[in-house]
C-alpha cells in the first residue's frame, strides 16, 4: 500500500508538472479578422467601349467633360493689371533685342561705307596723277586711267551724299540710347511687380512710356528717320507728357516732404537751367554745325575731284590732274574725320544728355506742383534717386542748393554744375 501511494503521488506530480510546463510554452490564439478586398475592375477593351447596335456607350467619363480655363481665370488672386504688365514687359524684351541688332548692323553700315569710299577716293586720286605723269604717248592706258578716275569719284560723292544724309554713326547712338531706356523701364516694372500692387493706371502709364521711346527712337530710316542736321538742338524728349495741377496748397511735414525739401528741389532744378541744361545746349549747337560743314565740305570736294577728272580726259591739261588728286586727297581726310570721328554721335550724345536734364526738371516740377502730398513720391526717396541721377551723395546736393540760393540773392554766377556724371 505505501508503495502504491508513494507511485500515486509520483504520478500527480508529474501530470501537475506537465502541465505547468504546457500552460508556459502555450501561445494564445489570435482573433480572427476578416479583410474585405475591393474588386478590381478590368479596363475595357476598345471593342467593348464600342456598341456596335447603338454606336457609342452611354457612359462618358466627367473628365472629358471638363473645359481647361484660361490662365487668368484660374488664379484670381492675380490682378488683370499684373497681367497685362507682364506682356508690356515680352514687348520690352523684343525692342530691346531689335534695338541691339539694328545698332550692331548700322554700326556696320558707318565702318563699311567709311572704309570703302575712302578706298575709292583715294584709287581714283592715285589714278589721277598716274594718268596725269604717263605724258601724251600712253594713249589709251591713260584714258582709261582718266575714265576709271572720274568714274570712281562720282560713285564716291554719290555714296557720301547718302551717308551724310543718313549719319550712321548718330543711328548707332540713337540704338544704344534706345536700348538703354528700354532696359531701365524694363527694370522699372520689375521692380513695381516685385514690391507693389499694380494697378490699371500703372499699366496705361506704362504703354504711354513705350509709345513715347518708340516716338522718340523710331527703327525704320524712310519717313520717320530723325532729322540729323536740324536748325539748333533740340533735347530728345523720350516720356510721356503729362499736364501737373498748379495750385496753392498748406504743405505738412507729410510722407517725407517739408519746406525745406521743397526749396532744395526748386534750387536743383535752377541749377540744372542755367549750368548743365544751357551748356549742353551750346555744345551739341557747335557739334551740329561742325557736322554740317563736314558733311557739306566732303561731297562738295569729291565733286569737284569728278570734274577734273572730267576735264583730264577731254583737254589732258596737268591742272585738272592736280586738282583732282589735291580735291581727292582732302575728301578723303575730311570724310575721316567726320565718319571715323563719329561727329554725328557726338551731337547725339550731347542732344540725349540735354533731355536727360529736361526729363529732371519736368519730373521734379510736376512732382512739387502735386496738390496732394499723399500722392506724390516720398520725399526722402525722392531726394536720393535725384541724388543719384545726378552723381552726387544727399549732403553734396544739398550744398550745391545752398550756393545756387546764395548766388542768385547775391547776384554772382554760378560756378558749379549739378551733375557730376556727364
Known sequence: MASLHASNNFLLSSSSASNQIRAAISIPKLPSVRFSAPKLRQPKTQSEQLNSKDGFINTIPIQNNVHSTPLVQQTSSVSMA?????AILEAIADRVEMHNNIGEQRDNWNTLLLNSINMITLTAATMAGVAA?????????????????????????????????????????EQRNATRLF???QSQIKTLLAVGS????????AMEKVLALDKAYPLPLLGVMLEKFPASLEPAVWWPTKQSPNSNKALTNNNGWTRELEMEMREVVEV????????????????????KVLATSGPLLTGIAALGSAFMVSSNSPWAATVAAVAGALASAVNTFEHGGQVGMVFEMYRN??????LMQESIESTLDECDVEKRENGELFEMKVALQLGRSLSELRDVAKKSSYSRIEGSPMDEFASKLF
Do not use: H, W
Open 82 to 86: 499684373t497681367f497685362q504688365l507682364y
Open 133 to 173: 605723269t604717263t605724258g601724251v604717248g600712253a594713249g589709251v592706258s591713260a584714258m582709261g586711267l582718266k575714265l576709271a578716275s572720274s568714274v570712281m569719284f562720282s560713285a564716291a560723292t554719290g555714296m557720301l551724299v547718302l551717308m551724310n544724309k543718313i549719319q550712321p554713326s548718330q543711328l548707332v547712338e
Open 183 to 185: 532696359k531701365q523701364l
Open 198 to 205: 499694380p494697378c490699371q493706371d500703372d499699366v496705361n502709364d
Open 272 to 291: 540744372i537751367k542755367r549750368k548743365d541744361s544751357e551748356d549742353y545746349e551750346r555744345l551739341g549747337n557747335k557739334a551740329l554745325n561742325m557736322n
Open 353 to 358: 544728355n540735354a533731355g536727360f536734364f529736361k
